[in-house]
C-alpha cells in the first residue's frame, strides 16, 4: 500500500465521520490559531514600540523633576518643580551633549478664525526638532532671535492644524492662546498614535520664554521647567553623559552623592529595552499557552484514535484478514492521525490569519502573513498527529486478526 | 503420489495454555483437501473445528505438527508471510460478512487488492467481475452494505473473497445469518464456482443441510476427526452433534 493510497483511505474515513473528526481536531485548529495570532500581534507590537522609539529620537535623555518632600508629605515623580532653564543650559554645555532644549507645559483653548480646541502648549528651545526628530511639514520652526524677544509665534501639530483650520492653509494666520495672539509659522509632520494612544500630533510647540512670560500664571516659579530633554552625540556615550548629568545636577542642586535626588534621569535605550523585553515576555507566555494548547489537541487525536481502533476492530481484522501486514495497518491509522491533524492545522491557520487580522484592524498595527510560521505550524501538527498516533497505531497493527474478527 | 494435495496437515496440534491449564483444541489432526475439492467441517462448538480453520487460513499457528499448503510448510512462518500468502492464496467468507460500513459494496470488493497493490483501474474491473460472479447485480454495486439484504451483503463477502484469485476459498459458517431460501442460493453458488471452476472450498457449517452442498464432510469431536465420509455416504447423527 502506497503512501498516496493511504492518504486516500485516510481522507475517506475522516469525511465519513465528519462532525468527530472536526470535534477530534479542535483542540489543534485553536492551538495552531492562537501561535499565529500570538505570533502577529507580538510581531505588531514590537514594530510599534520600535517605531515609538525610533520617534523619542535613539539617544535622548530625558531629566524630570524627582519627588520631593514637603514636611513629610512627598510628592510623586515630577510633582516639583525643582528643574530650572539654568539646569538645561548647563547640561547643553556638557561634552557628548549634542542638543537640549527645556520643556514647560500647560493645557489651555486655543481659538483660530475658523474653530477652537483645547491642547497641549510646549515651550521649547529651537533645539527641539533636533532632539525629538521631528520634521516640519510645512514653514519654519522658531530661532534663537524669537526665544530672545520672547516671540508670539507657534508651530501646530497635525491634529491642531486640521481642527483648527478644516480647509485652509495655517501659515501666517494668528491663533489666540490664552487670549493671547501668537502667529503659527510651522506645521509638523504627521506621527499618529503612541502605544498608549495618545495622539502625539495633538501639541503646540511655542518659545519657552513667550510660554513662561505670557501664558503661565504668576505663582509658577518662573524659571521652573516640567522636563529637560537632551540628545547625545553617540550611543556609546550615553552612559557617561548619563552619570555626568546626574553629577552635575546633584552640584547644582547641592544634593550630596549619597542622597536622594530631586530629579529622575531616563534615556529612551532604558525605555525601549524595557518596552521591547515587555513584549517579549508577553509574546513568550502567549506562545507557551498556544503551544500546551497544541500539545492538549494532540492528546485529543490520542484519545480519539484510540477510540477510533477500538470501534473498528472488526474492520481491522478484516484487513489483515483479506492479506494486510502489519506495517500497512500501522501507516493506515498513522497517516490518518497525521491528516487529521493537519487538516485541522490548516484550518487553524485560516482562522489564525483572520483572527490576526481582526486584531491587527483592532489594535492599529501592520499585519503581514507570516510564511514561516504558518509552515511551522503546519508541519508541527502533523507531527503532533505522527506522535500521539503512533501508539494507537501500533495497537491497531499488533492485534490479533482471529480476537479482532470476533470482537462484536 | 499422483497429485500434490492443496492442503495438507500431518499430526497438526494447537495447544491454549492459560496459566496451570492446557486446552488442547486440535489434536494431533491428520488432513488432505485435493485441488478443487469441497469440503465441509462440521462438529460441535469447542470441537476445535474452528481453531482448525484458523490455521488452515493462516490466521493462527499451530504448536506442533506440519501443515503444507501447495507442498510448502507454512507451519512456521512468520506474521508478514502468512499475510502476503492471505493475500495471494486464501479467500475468507465470515458468518456476519464483515464488510466496512459506509463503503459501497465495489469499494468492499477492492479491499484485498489494495493491500496485493494493484492500479485502481485493475482494481475497479476485477471487483466489478466478482461482483458479477458473485450474483450482485450492476445496479446495487454502488450501494453501502446497510442499504443491501443478508444475501447480497453475502455475495459482496464472496466477490471480496475472489478478486485476489484464490487457490483456496475458507468460509466460516457462510449461511449462519441467512433464512433457508437464501442459504440455498450462497451454497448454490459456492457449489457453482467449485464445480465451473475448479474452486477449492473448505466451509465450516452447523447444519447438515448445508453441509451436503459439498462433496466431503468432516466430522470434529475434542479436537480431533471422528468422521470423514463422501457426503452421499454421510449419515446425520453419526458424529456427535
Not at chain 1, 515623580?77 to 532644549?101: F, K
Not at chain 2, 465470515?94 to 494493484?118: C, D, H, K, V
Request: neutral net charge.
Amino acid at each position: 500500500m502506497n503512501l498516496a493510497l493511504a492518504l486516500r483511505l485516510a481522507l475517506g474515513a475522516i469525511v465519513r465521520n465528519k462532525e468527530r473528526s472536526l470535534l477530534t481536531v479542535l483542540g489543534i485548529v485553536i492551538g495552531v490559531a492562537a501561535v499565529i495570532v500570538t505570533v502577529s500581534i507580538g510581531a505588531g507590537a514590537r514594530a510599534s514600540i520600535d517605531q515609538q522609539i525610533a520617534n523619542l529620537g535613539s539617544n535622548v535623555v530625558i531629566v524630570i523633576p524627582g519627588s520631593s518632600a514637603t514636611q513629610g508629605a512627598h510628592l510623586g515623580l515630577g510633582g516639583a518643580a525643582t528643574l530650572t532653564l539654568g539646569d538645561g543650559l548647563a547640561i547643553a554645555h556638557l561634552p557628548h551633549v549634542a542638543a537640549a532644549t527645556p520643556l514647560v507645559t500647560l493645557r489651555t483653548q486655543v481659538v483660530s478664525q475658523y474653530g477652537n480646541w483645547q491642547t497641549q502648549i510646549q515651550g521649547a528651545a529651537p533645539t527641539w526638532p533636533f532632539v525629538r526628530n521631528w520634521e516640519l511639514s510645512a514653514g519654519t520652526f522658531f530661532s534663537d532671535t524669537d526665544v530672545a524677544t520672547s516671540a508670539k509665534v507657534c508651530v501646530i501639530g497635525a491634529t491642531v492644524a486640521s481642527e483648527l483650520f478644516p480647509n485652509a492653509d495655517p501659515i501666517g494666520t494668528t491663533i489666540a492662546i490664552r487670549n493671547v495672539p501668537f502667529r503659527v509659522i510651522g506645521v509638523l509632520t504627521t506621527r499618529g498614535h503612541n502605544v498608549f494612544g495618545m495622539d502625539q500630533d495633538d501639541l503646540i510647540v511655542v518659545p519657552y520664554s513667550a510660554l513662561m512670560q505670557r501664558l503661565q500664571s504668576s505663582n509658577v516659579r518662573a524659571d521652573a521647567v516640567n522636563t529637560l530633554i537632551f540628545s547625545v552625540d553617540d550611543p556609546t556615550n550615553m552612559t557617561g553623559v548619563t552619570a555626568d548629568v546626574d553629577a552635575l545636577l546633584r552640584a547644582r542642586h547641592r544634593i550630596a552623592p549619597s542622597a536622594l535626588p530631586d530629579f529622575s534621569i531616563r534615556n529612551t535605550q532604558d525605555v525601549a529595552s524595557v518596552a521591547t523585553s515587555t513584549a517579549l515576555t508577553l509574546q513568550i507566555l502567549l506562545a507557551s499557552v498556544a503551544t500546551v494548547s497544541l500539545v492538549v489537541g494532540g492528546i485529543g487525536i490520542m484519545n480519539i484514535m484510540l477510540v477510533s481502533v477500538t470501534e473498528r476492530t472488526r474492520e481491522i481484522g478484516l484487513r489483515m484478514a483479506v492479506g494486510a501486514p502489519g506495517r500497512a495497518i500501522l501507516m493506515q491509522f498513522l497517516v490518518e492521525s497525521a491528516t487529521l491533524a493537519t487538516v485541522g492545522g490548516a484550518i487553524g491557520v485560516v482562522l489564525g490569519v483572520v483572527g490576526s487580522l481582526v486584531a491587527s484592524a483592532i489594535g492599529k498595527f501592520a499585519y503581514q502573513p507570516d510564511l514561516p510560521s504558518i509552515i511551522g505550524a503546519l508541519v508541527f501538527s502533523s507531527a503532533v498527529g505522527i506522535f500521539f498516533g503512533y501508539s494507537p497505531a501500533r495497537r491497531a497493527a499488533t492485534l490479533d486478526p482471529i480476537v479482532a474478527l470476533r470482537t462484536e | 503420489m499422483t497429485e500434490q494435495a492443496l492442503v495438507r496437515t500431518i499430526a497438526l496440534s494447537k495447544v491454549f495454555a492459560a496459566g496451570e491449564h492446557r486446552l488442547v483444541a486440535v489434536d494431533r489432526v491428520d488432513f488432505t483437501l485435493a485441488r478443487g475439492e469441497f469440503v465441509s467441517i462440521m462438529g460441535p462448538s469447542g470441537s476445535g473445528k474452528s481453531t482448525f480453520m484458523h490455521i488452515i487460513g493462516c490466521l493462527d499457528r499451530p504448536t506442533s505438527g506440519t501443515y503444507l499448503f501447495d507442498g510448502v510448510d507454512v507451519s512456521t512462518i512468520d506474521a508478514d508471510a502468512r499475510a502476503a500468502l492471505r493475500r495471494a492464496k486464501l479467500g475468507f467468507v465470515f458468518q456476519a460478512y464483515n464488510l466496512l460500513p459506509r463503503t459501497s459494496a465495489i469499494e468492499n470488493a477492492e479491499l484485498p487488492m489494495i493491500y496485493a497493490g494493484l492500479s485502481s483501474r485493475e482494481r475497479r474491473d476485477r471487483a466489478v467481475r466478482a461482483l458479477l460472479d458473485a450474483g450482485l447485480e450492476e445496479r446495487h454495486h454502488l450501494q453501502p452494505p446497510s442499504e443491501l439484504s443478508g444475501g447480497q451483503q453475502q455475495r459482496v463477502a464472496i466477490a471480496r473473497a475472489l478478486v485476489n484469485q484464490p487457490e483456496l476459498i475458507l468460509a466460516d459458517e457462510p449461511t449462519g445469518a441467512l433464512d433457508t431460501k437464501t442459504s440455498g442460493e450462497i451454497m448454490t453458488l459456492f457449489q457453482g464456482l467449485n464445480r465451473a471452476r475448479g474452486l477449492s472450498v473448505l466451509m465450516v457449517t452447523h447444519e447438515a443441510s448445508v453441509a451436503r452442498y459439498s462433496q466431503r464432510i468432516v466430522s470434529f469431536l475434542d479436537g480431533r476427526i471422528v468422521n470423514d465420509v463422501p457426503t452421499e455416504r454421510y449419515v446425520a447423527g453419526s458424529a456427535v452433534e
